[in-house]
């Protein structure tokens, strides 16, 4: 079996890396764990892959802010290579702390000279949370997760998700070019402008979301699962990532 | 050597000392060692012939602490009862604790009592280690570095044990005074409970959540006699390869340091640790931690230690090098080049680079083939690593400066040189046993208020404001989380999760403690405890066959005869129950003079604590449950008798009464048939929801049960399982050992009573009216009717 | 030039401040006449060799998010000693003592390193508390004990606003 090469990039601080691994496996990838230095050391490496993840954790602490000092290692020392892979059509998925992440490098929601025009600040509580949240899928850039359930339910895990973008007109392009992917429904547990929980770039190919999709591959991670109503489904965790790794959704 | 004058040691005279002068000695150098002890390290220096320098003390000091070598456990105890004569412990962690896990000798228990951590067996090729630690006194000083450093420290611990685990879950367990505590109650000195409580929280969150270790089991317990001395117990589970369980440092491997620099931090942490608390402790003791440094740490050597590239690991805790490095080589001896050692700064003294207790920091015993790939590996991701020394052959502990020897001990004096400590126990049976006079007295309307406010008991109510700020969900392992239900809606007994995620096998952690039953009757208050973590632990679907325990004590005054009498008769309980259920012990703490001065001035000692925390593995994941009602029209079993047992209950707590009665005994050997029939009842699917009974029994169970499956239940409190006739309010409210509430589906229910026979009674059945209804049967009288909304909210009470 | 700089990065206004806002919710029971809001700001004392093009790169690129945040370049403010019973704004700056573990700033230092800005000797951070207002300096001491810092780890400064404004206006 040969499927698609994912890399899941690594540094100080990353701690999702081995069950976002697992979930890509799941859905059919070769994941490789990769340490940012490895990447740095060596700029060919990336174009080897045909996925780059960016998983949840505190790089470097998320001192300054969440995911900045990660964002300008990317910003300033990979930019070009990062450049090419999304300009070829990769995929790049940025999970909380990745999300942050790509944000902060100005990968999403992506422009040109990679300035940043949303961000994600502290929540509205000022503290960390951690607990499960209903989502909507929106029909969005990201064709690739259309085959998808439209109501999510997936763990968040994180102190700095309040999506805020830098003024109305932001916000405006974002719905436009259908670049918002995920909101949160019901309760928004961040205070999340418009509730957003996930954007990507115009093209569809860059996506990153504050919950955690590896977090729902396998049915015993959900909270109800031994409700019986909760018996049967692929849950939507594993239909991300199929749909990422650009295999089927649903079964 | 160590004869002429050197700038860099200080000589201290103790070989001429009298026994005055040996005592000012050890206080003026923060060194807690007793008379007896000093007068051992003077003679043994006088057979040497010369005086010793401060790195022999201190190493002395440190490695001879309470904190380090369970004194008070390890000694001679002479305890005498009331009425029931005399008997002398020789060592009494040995003659009980350990006791247990000898005598039942299972063969999955791969490592006990002899490591950083217990070990048992998961599968055929990996083992699970667990260890709790605590960090009370520093946590007092300074909440958020106290605690910080406390979750650190025992990461260390699962990281150090064997070659290496691989951290897989925490759990936290804190008691504090309540935030309502009147400030006249608060000794001068003392943070505020307010202060205390939200900088530990914040302080195992931060670092726990950095390090990507779930946090999904716990609890917060609350009680006045903890004002000025919380406690901060934290435990991590790791994983672990079977051929990686057992150290062998060899002569010739080379002393490595890994992971953070050596400042002044801590120093004399161990021996502070065990002294009480007084006002004007030097900050040097307090230290914030640095997640991402350990995360790092560990990233590396996980890696190194999957190649195999050393041959001994250990980490920095208390007593930094001199505790790390002293055990490494204690079977071969070890040189050590203090020189070499990182600092974070300039200007430490030999002896202070010894003894700090810097975190993040591991000590690895490397053969020399190894150093350059070791090297590599820790230069591609940042992180230090040094050679400070060599491990030897002459069983010597020889420490050098620049090529001057600045320390020189034998290895047998430093680990066995120790006297062991003398101490008396003595035991009065504190209270008169129950009358009947003494029973709370209730208007029959009142049942229903006083169940709202025992779930509004900061002890009961959700602590989801703690845990949510913790992360109970990375690793993805999760399989039954600290709540049950999407909205988290009520609390699940343990936690089970899968540390490896490619198999269906699970873990399951739970925990028992319960310091009020300890003032009246602290053997069944241990009984208690071990029965709860188990009942826990069974709940889910445990199996108390595969399953063992940890003790951890938090004691007062182990001088005063009566607390170690009180810590004598816990020991017993633990031996008796721990042998009755089967179930080892593979590791424990202790800290002990954990007193406080009150406002007045006196000398107090905190409530009697032992937490037990219980880990167990379960083959299929799939056959666990929740406590969460799941289906109207299924009958509500109760297990388990109910006697009158409220000594030390919660209803009194919220009567606002003081505690008196008699405290819930444990039937071992019923309890034991009954938890491995319950297990067979889940494995065999008869089980919809299973919840155990604790602070405020029946009542608060069967509320908690249906709040959090969002169906209301009908039950007849007096079908329930009685030995004598008891009254309405000890039905309800009775905290009785042993005991579970269980949802079975009608079709289920024949096979359930048949394997549970005379041992369940059915109370009622899962209504679809979101009501609880408990009724007296016999006068045919409604109780307590409330809606789950109430309940709920009461429930939900932030305290 | 050598030198020891303060970058305070503050909330633009109009954003939330959780950590200001949760702070004044927390100290409501204390009913402080005068009171009506709490601001909270993170600041960074970098020491070094560093040009003012170099602290307002520093500041842009690594310490400041562009959506939400702002910053001002000061230099080190001395704590007045004057007694006042004066009602105005009071800014609490808290700092980790020296010897206790910053464990942000060794980030901080790798984040200037990545911007290709050697010069940075040592990098210390902080957080300042800005009470709209107080009764009296005598209120902010006490609420900088008692609240915000913890006297065996951190070092704290009390000063007023219009100290600050002051000060730079003399140094400028």
């Not at chain 2, 202790?590 to 001065?597: G, L």
């Not at chain 2, 009958?635 to 505690?659: A, C, M, N, Q, Y």
């Not at chain 3, 040009?51 to 370049?73: G, H, K, N, S, W």
Request: with cysteine; hydrophobic share 40%; aromatic share 8%.
């Amino acid at each position: 079996m040969s499927g698609p090469r994912a890399m899941v990039l690594r540094t100080a601080g990353t701690n999702c890396d081995q069950e976002t691994s697992e979930a890509l496996r799941l859905a059919g990838a070769e994941p490789s764990v990769r340490h940012i230095n490895e990447v740095l050391a060596d700029k060919g490496l990336l174009a080897t892959f045909d996925v780059l993840v960016i998983p949840g954790g505190f790089s470097y602490g998320d001192d300054v802010a969440a995911g900045k000092i990660l964002a300008n290692e990317l910003r300033f020392k990979l930019v070009e290579a990062l450049d090419r892979f999304v300009a070829r059509g990769k995929r790049i998925i940025g999970i909380c702390n990745g999300f942050q992440v790509l944000v902060k490098a100005g990968f999403l929601p992506g422009s040109a000279d990679h300035s940043q025009t949303v961000t994600l600040a502290n929540n509205d509580s000022g503290q960390f949370q951690c607990h499960w949240v209903r989502l909507k899928r929106e029909k969005s850039a990201c064709e690739w997760l259309d085959d998808t359930a439209t109501r999510w339910e997936l763990p968040i895990a994180h102190g700095e998700g309040k999506f805020i973008p830098l003024d109305a007109k932001t916000l405006a392009t974002l719905e436009k070019r259908r670049q918002i992917v995920f909101r949160y429904s019901g309760i928004n547990p961040n205070g999340s402008i418009g509730a957003i929980a996930g954007i990507c770039n115009a093209k569809g190919n860059v996506i990153g979301l504050m919950p955690h999709p590896e977090r729902h591959v396998s049915i015993s991670q959900h909270p109800e699962w031994s409700r019986s109503q909760h018996k049967q489904k692929v849950p939507v965790g594993l239909q991300f990532f199929r749909g990422a790794v650009g295999l089927q959704t649903m079964d | 050597m160590l004869t002429k004058d050197s700038p860099l040691v200080q000589k201290i005279a103790i070989l001429k000392g009298s026994d005055s002068q040996l005592l000012e000695i050890s206080r003026k150098g923060l060194l807690s060692l007793n008379l007896q002890e000093m007068k051992v390290i003077q003679a043994y220096f006088k057979k040497l012939g010369r005086e010793p320098v401060d790195a022999e003390l201190e190493t002395l000091a440190q490695t001879w602490s309470e904190h380090c070598k369970h004194k008070t456990f390890g000694g001679v105890i002479e305890y005498e009862e009331e009425g029931r004569g005399s008997r002398v412990y020789d060592n009494l962690l040995k003659s009980t604790i350990m006791r247990v896990t000898e005598e039942l000798d299972r063969p999955w228990c791969w490592s006990t009592f002899r490591d950083n951590a217990g070990v048992i067996a998961f599968d055929e090729d990996w083992g699970i280690a667990f260890k709790v630690e605590t960090h009370n006194h520093p946590s007092a000083l300074e909440p958020y570095g106290g605690a910080g450093t406390g979750i650190g420290g025992v990461i260390r611990d699962i990281l150090g044990v064997g070659l290496g685990a691989k951290p897989v879950l925490n759990t936290d367990v804190f008691a504090f005074a309540p935030r309502s505590l009147s400030p006249k109650l608060i000794p001068k000195g003392v943070l505020p409970p307010q202060r205390i409580i939200n900088g530990v929280i914040a302080g195992v969150r931060d670092y726990g959540n950095r390090m990507g270790i779930p946090t999904a089991n716990g609890a917060v317990y609350f009680d006045e006699g903890y004002v000025a001395n919380p406690l901060v117990f934290c435990g991590t589970v790791g994983l672990i390869p079977k051929d990686k369980v057992e150290k062998s440092v060899q002569t010739g491997d080379l002393v490595v340091t890994l992971g953070g620099r050596t400042g002044r931090d801590g120093i004399h942490g161990a021996t502070f640790s065990s002294a009480a608390l007084e006002e004007g402790i030097t900050s040097s003791v307090v230290q914030i931690g640095h997640a991402i440094m350990e995360k790092r740490t560990m990233d590396v050597l996980l890696q190194a230690r999957d190649r195999g590239l050393y041959r001994g690991l250990t980490d920095c805790g208390a007593g930094g090098f001199s505790s790390a490095v002293g055990e490494l080589g204690a079977e071969t001896g070890v040189r050590v080049d203090l020189e070499k050692v990182p600092l974070k700064y300039h200007g430490l003294a030999p002896w202070e680079i010894w003894v700090s207790e810097s975190q993040e920091r591991m000590v690895l015993a490397v053969p020399p083939a190894n150093w350059l790939e070791l090297s590599e590996l820790c230069g591609s991701e940042g992180v230090e690593a040094t050679i400070i020394g060599q491990f030897t052959n002459d069983h010597q502990l020889n420490l050098r400066y620049e090529g001057e020897t600045v320390g020189l001990l034998d290895m047998e004096f430093v680990h066995e040189g120790m006297p062991r400590v003398h101490r008396k126990a003595a035991w009065y049976h504190p209270v008169a046993e129950p009358k009947s006079a003494k029973r709370p007295r209730f208007q029959q309307r009142d049942y229903g208020s006083t169940l709202l406010k025992l779930l509004a008991h900061p002890n009961i109510a959700a602590k989801k404001w703690v845990v949510r700020q913790y992360d109970h969900e990375v690793q993805g392992g999760s399989v039954i989380k600290p709540f049950a239900g999407f909205d988290q809606r009520g609390p699940n007994d343990a936690c089970v999760f899968r540390p490896r995620l490619d198999s269906i096998q699970g873990v399951v952690v739970s925990n028992g403690f319960n310091p009020s039953y300890g003032e009246l009757d602290p053997y069944w208050m241990a009984a208690c405890a071990i029965d709860e973590a188990l009942r826990n632990l069974v709940a889910v679907g445990g199996n108390i066959n595969h399953a063992a325990i940890l003790d951890n004590f938090c004691w007062g005054d182990s001088q005063d005869p009566r607390e170690l009498a009180a810590l004598v008769r816990a020991c017993q309980a633990c031996y008796d129950i721990a042998k009755g259920f089967g179930v080892p012990f593979i590791s424990g703490k202790d800290s002990f003079n954990n007193t406080w001065r009150d406002p007045n001035g006196k000398l107090r000692s905190i409530p009697r604590s032992l937490l037990i925390s219980a880990i167990g593995v379960i083959k299929d994941i799939t056959q666990t449950v929740t406590m969460d009602t799941k289906q109207p029209g299924d009958w509500i079993f109760l297990i388990g008798e109910t006697r009158e047992e409220l000594g030390g209950s919660h209803l009194w707590k919220v009567l606002d009464k003081p505690p008196q009665g008699t405290v819930p005994h444990v039937q071992v050997a019923k309890a034991r048939e009954c938890f491995e029939l319950l297990h067979q009842a889940i494995g065999k699917g008869f089980v919809r929801a299973c919840h155990d009974l604790s602070e405020g029994g029946v009542a608060v169970a069967a509320a908690e049960m249906a709040f959090g499956g969002e169906f209301g239940m009908d039950l007849d409190i007096h079908k329930a399982l009685v030995p004598h006739a008891i009254p309405d309010s000890a039905l309800l409210f009775s905290e009785s050992a042993s005991r579970f509430l269980v949802e079975v589906p009608p079709m289920a229910r024949p096979g359930f009573e048949a394997l549970l026979k005379g041992y369940c009674a059915a109370l009622g059945r899962v209504t679809k009216k979101r009501t609880l209804i408990l009724r007296n049967g016999r006068t045919r009288r409604i109780l307590l009717k409330q809606p789950l909304e109430r309940l709920r909210a009461a429930w939900e009470t932030i305290a | 030039m050598h030198g020891t700089y303060i970058i305070e990065v503050r909330h633009k206004a109009g954003v939330a401040d959780p950590v200001g806002r949760g702070l004044f919710e927390d100290l409501r029971s204390l009913r402080i006449e005068g009171l009506r809001r709490v601001a909270f700001s993170q600041l960074y004392r970098l020491a070094g060799d560093l040009r003012p093009e170099e602290r307002a790169r520093i500041a842009e690129d690594l310490l400041v998010d562009p959506v939400t945040q702002t910053f001002q370049d000061g230099s080190l403010v001395p704590q007045t000693a004057e007694k006042e019973k004066t009602r105005g704004t009071y800014i609490v700056d808290i700092w980790f003592k020296t010897g206790v573990t910053d464990v942000a700033s060794e980030s901080v230092i790798k984040g200037i390193r990545d911007l290709d800005i050697e010069s940075v000797s040592e990098v210390r951070t902080g957080f300042r508390y800005r009470f709209l207002e107080l009764p009296s300096r005598q209120t902010a001491e006490t609420l900088a004990v008692t609240v915000l810092s913890n006297p065996l780890v951190h070092d704290r400064f009390v000063n007023r606003e219009l100290d600050m404004a002051k000060t730079f206006a003399r140094r400028n």
